[in-house]
C-alpha cells in the first residue's frame, strides 16, 4: 500500500508542477468551470430550498377552492352557492374569501388587497405587510391613501406590520375589514371573491369537487393538491428561461469538454514524448493526466458548489434578483431555509467532474501510445 | 512542503466547508422552524393559496388561481409580457 500512496504522491506532484507552468490557462479553466458550476448550483439549490419551504407553508392552504368563471375569467361568486356547497355530504366548512389587487400610482406598485375572516379588523384599520412599508416608507399608526372605485380618497390607518419573517407569503398583502373592502372596490355584500372550503375527510375531495361541478358547471375547482403541485413544478427545468440557463451552463461545459478531448497541445504532445523517453510507462502518463483532470474537476466543482451555498442562502441569491424581480416594483426580501439535497450535489458532481476527467485521459492515451520519437519531432 | 500534500490540504479544507454547509443547514432548518411555523398559521389563518414571489402580474402573483385566459395558455414557451411569466410553469391545475 506504502510505494502505491507514494507513487500516486510524486505523480501528483509532478501534475501539480506541469499545471503551474501553465498557470495562466489552468487558472481561466478553474475559474470558468467553477462559474459554471456556481450557476447551476445556485439555480439547484435555490429551486429546491423554494420548493420546499412552499410545499412545507403551503399545506395549510385551503383544501379546495372554488371559483366563478364567466367568459373564461374569473367572476365573483354568488354567495347562494356556499348554502348549496354546504349541504354536501362530507363539506366541513365554507368561507367566502374578498381578496384582489389594488394598484398604487404613488409608487407603481400592486399590492393584493385581503379580508381575512379569521382575524377581524376594525374599520379604518389596515394591516401590511414588510414589503408595503419598505417600498412606501409606512410604519404603525401612519396612514395610507387608496382612491376608491368611486374616486374618493380612502384614508386608513396601519395598524400592524406582518412580521419580516413571513415576507414569502406576506410582502404586497393589505388586510383590511369587510366594511372597506367595500367601500375601496364597490361591488355586492352578495358575492365574493371565491369560496374556500374544508373538507372532513381528504378521500372524498375529488367526489366533492365532482358534484360542486355537476350542481354549478359555472364553476372551477382547485385543490390544494394542485396548489402544492403548481409550486413543486415552478422553476420546471423543462419551462420558460429556465431551459435557457440550464441549457447555456450545459453548452459552456461540453465546449470545455470538448475542448479537451479533441485533442493536446503541441506542448502537452511534447511532454508526454519526453516522459515516455525517459522511461514512463504509458499508465503513469495516464495516471498523470488522470490526477491533472481531478485537479482541475474537483477544485472548481467544491468551488463553485461552496459559491453557490453562500450565494442563495447567505447572500439571498442577489445575482438572481434581477431576473426574479422583473419590472415588479415591490420584491419580497427574504432569505431562504437552506433545505438541500445531498442527492441534487451529487448528481452535480457526477455531471461535471467524471466527465472532465475521461475528456482529460483520451487524447492522452492517443498520445501516449504513439512513438515518442515522432510525438517529440512534430 | 511538496505540492502534493498542500493540494490534499486545499481539497480537505474545501470538503470540510462544504461539510460546514451541510451541518449549517440541519441547524438552520430547525432555527428556522418558528418562522416556518408562523407562514404556515398565516397561510392558514387568512387563507392565503400562493407565495408572494412576482408582483408584477396578477397571474405570476396568483399562480395557482391563473385563470385559463393568461399568457400562459399560448404556450409555456411563449415570449410573455412580464418577465416572471417567462420563468415559472403554467399552474398545475391547468395542465389536467
Known amino acids: 500500500m506504502e510505494p502505491w500512496i507514494e507513487r500516486q504522491k510524486n505523480i501528483l506532484d509532478f501534475t501539480l508542477s506541469s499545471l503551474l507552468r501553465r498557470k495562466g490557462k489552468n487558472l481561466a479553466l478553474i475559474f ?191 385543490l390544494r393538491e394542485e396548489i402544492l403541485r403548481t409550486y413543486d413544478s415552478i422553476f420546471d427545468w423543462r419551462g420558460g428561461m429556465m431551459i435557457f440557463i440550464l441549457a447555456g451552463a450545459l453548452f459552456a461545459f461540453i465546449i470545455l469538454a470538448w475542448d479537451r478531448a479533441s485533442g493536446l497541445s503541441q506542448e502537452e504532445k511534447r511532454e508526454i514524448g519526453i516522459l515516455k523517453a525517459i522511461g514512463w510507462e504509458t499508465s503513469d502518463v495516464l495516471l498523470l493526466k488522470f490526477w491533472e483532470g481531478l485537479v482541475i474537476s474537483l477544485s472548481a466543482f467544491l468551488a463553485g458548489i461552496i459559491f453557490a451555498y453562500g450565494h442563495v442562502f447567505f447572500a439571498k441569491s442577489p445575482f438572481f434578483e434581477p431576473v426574479l424581480k422583473g419590472w415588479s416594483v415591490l420584491y419580497p426580501d427574504f432569505r431562504l431555509t437552506p433545505f438541500i439535497d445531498p442527492a441534487q450535489i451529487a448528481t452535480l458532481l457526477f455531471l461535471t467532474v467524471v466527465p472532465y476527467t475521461v475528456a482529460t485521459i483520451v487524447p492522452s492515451w492517443r498520445a501516449a501510445t504513439i512513438d515518442p520519437d515522432s510525438v517529440m519531432r512534430t | 512542503m511538496r505540492k502534493a500534500k498542500k493540494f490534499f490540504f486545499f481539497i480537505i479544507f474545501q470538503a470540510a466547508v462544504l461539510l460546514f454547509f451541510f451541518v449549517h443547514s440541519h441547524y438552520q432548518i430547525k432555527g428556522d422552524y418558528p418562522s416556518i411555523q408562523q407562514k404556515k398559521l398565516l397561510v392558514r389563518d387568512l387563507d392565503l393559496t400562493d407565495l408572494c414571489l412576482f408582483t408584477e402580474a396578477s397571474y405570476t402573483r396568483h399562480l395557482t388561481q391563473a385563470d385559463r385566459h393568461t399568457p400562459f395558455q399560448d404556450s409555456p414557451m411563449a415570449l410573455e409580457h412580464f418577465p416572471s411569466g417567462s420563468i415559472v410553469s403554467p399552474p398545475g391545475g391547468l395542465k389536467r
Open chain 1, 32 to 222: 470558468v468551470y467553477a462559474f459554471i458550476v456556481f450557476m447551476l448550483g445556485s439555480v439547484l439549490f435555490f429551486t429546491h430550498a423554494l420548493k420546499r419551504e412552499a410545499s412545507i407553508i403551503l399545506q395549510e392552504a385551503p383544501e379546495m377552492i372554488v371559483q366563478r368563471t364567466s367568459a373564461g375569467r374569473h367572476n365573483p361568486i354568488p354567495l347562494q352557492y356556499m348554502e348549496a356547497i354546504r349541504k354536501i355530504r362530507g363539506v366541513q366548512s365554507v368561507r367566502g374569501r374578498l381578496w384582489g389587487y389594488y394598484y398604487d400610482p404613488v409608487t407603481g406598485a400592486n399590492y393584493t388587497v385581503m379580508v381575512s375572516q379569521n382575524l377581524k379588523l376594525e374599520p379604518d384599520k389596515i394591516v401590511i405587510g414588510e414589503g408595503i412599508s419598505r417600498t412606501r416608507l409606512i410604519f404603525p399608526g401612519d396612514s395610507m391613501e387608496f382612491r376608491s372605485q368611486d374616486g374618493t380618497l380612502l384614508s386608513l390607518q396601519v395598524h400592524q406590520i406582518f412580521p419580516a419573517a413571513s415576507e414569502l407569503v406576506s410582502s404586497d398583502l393589505i388586510l383590511l375589514s369587510e366594511e372597506d373592502f367595500f367601500r375601496l372596490f364597490g361591488g355586492s355584500k352578495e358575492l365574493a371573491t371565491d369560496l374556500a372550503l374544508g373538507v372532513r375527510n381528504p378521500k372524498e375531495l375529488s367526489t366533492i369537487a365532482l358534484k360542486i361541478a355537476e350542481m354549478f358547471p359555472d364553476t372551477r375547482i382547485i
